[in-house]
């Protein structure tokens, strides 16, 4: 059979899909931006069917409409390796848990404990070789792929085609069905504000910076304003390793400060495990041999970054002690995200030859009635924290 005949002998509806989950069923979505929508859709409708449907998730971005149709959580119950804003709303009054993971393990956690009966991820259309793209969020997906009893792809014409080194696609040999979903946008996520402090902490890092740094960037306004710093300034051959690619990457290569030419592996090319952002950041990865999307066992691995000579790892914090203890996951005993990449950037600034890592935070906040609370244990600390040789 020819490709097209093996791709449409696959061709089912997203209602035909979810008639394929069975009560006590475990589901894996994509993750992020590859998560499936017309097939939770269809899933959502066969609630009164079904009982003890466990769906695991990461960095939600989709309000999922099983959650919409069972907000008790009678049914199908939302369990994320990593909260995104959307989780963590959802997890205050609804049926959606944190999975406690260090995200560079979850590959070979998935690999070694958590085998899933269907697999269901949206890709872009498949190429000319037969190849289904995760459109820049590999993850752990090749983990979830070797695992899986049933794996679907439902595609979506709006995600782009990354480049990448390994993991970001699969064959269609691989894939029991297809769906032809409905062809949404992305979901976009728009720079955070930056403020005063966030301008002042990256102009402490700016010092710090020097011509052929390779960088790694948290999500938050202070890395993007550091971002829009670097991408006008006059550094030279800057380099890119990231868990998280977001639109500061992209002002960086435009502007020709990026090119990754000193890296010492990936050399001209930003490596990255997942993306979230606006049109502008999925067009520039859109058949883009700049960027190359990796599993996060690769991207976060701390052997892997510090392999690379002056590596620079820049992410935020929610508060600090006087130990030098980080707090970046949760506030109080609310969970806020999950546990990312940045003990693993850290280390891996630390140990990189050259190498130099930030954690940055305000001195203090301000709650929602106006009140003004300290996010260190002295009002004596620096604002800006650095793990750094000399």
Not at 131 to 156: M, Q, T
Not at 181 to 203: F, K, M, Y
Not at 368 to 382: A, E, N, Y
Request: glycine share 8%; net charge negative; proline share 4%.
């Amino acid at each position: 059979m020819t490709l097209q005949e093996r791709y449409h002998a696959k061709v089912i509806t997203a209602e035909r899909a979810a008639k394929m989950v069975n009560s006590g069923d475990w589901l894996e979505y994509g993750f992020c931006t590859t998560a499936p929508r017309a097939f939770d859709a269809a899933l959502a409708q066969r609630k009164a069917e079904l009982s003890d449907v466990d769906i695991r998730v990461g960095v939600s971005v989709y309000p999922p409409e099983v959650v919409k149709a069972d907000p008790e959580g009678e049914v199908f119950t939302f369990n994320s390796w990593h909260y995104s804003g959307l989780d963590r709303r959802l997890s205050d009054s609804g049926p959606v848990f944190y999975n406690p993971m260090k995200f560079s393990e979850l590959p070979r956690y998935v690999l070694e404990n958590t085998p899933t009966d269907i697999f269901i991820v949206q890709v872009a259309p498949m190429d000319k070789y037969g190849f289904f793209n995760f459109g820049g969020s590999a993850s752990h997906h090749y983990a979830v792929i070797a695992r899986a009893k049933k794996i679907i792809v439902e595609v979506n014409e709006q995600i782009p085609r990354a480049h990448g080194g390994y993991g970001h696609g699969i064959h269609i040999d691989e894939v029991d069905y297809i769906i032809e979903g409905d062809n949404l946008p992305l979901t976009e996520l728009h720079p955070a504000q930056i403020s005063e402090v966030d301008q002042a902490i990256a102009q402490k890092v700016m010092a710090e910076m020097r011509d052929g740094d390779c960088i790694q960037l948290g999500i938050g306004g202070m890395p993007n304003a550091l971002g829009n710093m670097i991408a006008q300034s006059d550094l030279k051959d800057l380099g890119g390793h990231t868990e998280m690619i977001s639109e500061s990457f992209v002002d960086m290569f435009l502007s020709g400060v990026m090119n990754g030419r000193r890296k010492n592996i990936d050399k001209g090319r930003i490596a990255y495990t997942f993306t979230l952002g606006t049109k502008k950041l999925y067009d520039f990865l859109d058949d883009n041999p700049f960027c190359a999307n990796y599993p996060v066992d690769y991207t976060n691995s701390a052997s892997v970054a510090a392999s690379i000579d002056n590596l620079v790892t820049i992410n935020n914090a929610v508060e600090i002690d006087l130990f030098g203890q980080v707090c970046s996951e949760s506030s109080g005993t609310r969970n806020i995200s999950g546990s990312g990449g940045q003990l693993d950037f850290v280390l891996a600034g630390y140990l990189s030859r050259g190498g130099r890592s930030f954690i940055c935070l305000s001195s203090c906040f301000k709650d929602k009635k106006g009140q003004l609370h300290s996010c260190v244990t002295t009002k004596h600390l620096s604002s800006c924290f650095m793990l750094h040789k000399r």
